[in-house]
């Protein structure tokens, strides 16, 4: 998902979502004052300046679940006499 945003009120403008190659476009919207935010699922979002022809990179979050179940597992090995 890619969001602009208009600076200095943060007032969502336009939304769109990217391509099979990560591309997107705004061709309506000039880069002026206005704020950029990239998000996709299993990586950090990330609020920026928007420039033209601008690249971002996002970096992956590593999530934790809110509960882990654990179970013992026994084995049965017989017991080796010396």
Same mark, same amino acid.
């Given at each position: 998902?890619? @969001?602009? /945003?208009?600076? *200095? ?19 309506? /919207? ?5 704020? =950029?935010?990239?998000? /996709?699922?299993? /990586?950090? *979002?990330? =609020? ?15 999530? =934790?679940?809110?509960?882990? @179940? ?13």
């Amino acid at each position: 998902k890619v @969001a602009i /945003y208009s600076l *200095p009120d943060s007032v969502l403008i336009a939304g769109t979502t990217a391509n099979e190659q990560g591309e997107f476009t705004f061709p309506n /919207y000039n880069s002026v004052n206005k704020l =950029m935010k990239v998000s /996709y699922n299993g /990586y950090k *979002p990330k =609020m920026f300046r928007t420039l033209p022809e601008q690249h971002v990179r996002l970096r992956d979050v590593l999530t =934790m679940p809110d509960e882990l @179940a654990v179970k013992e597992t026994v084995s049965s090995v017989p017991e080796r006499k010396s």
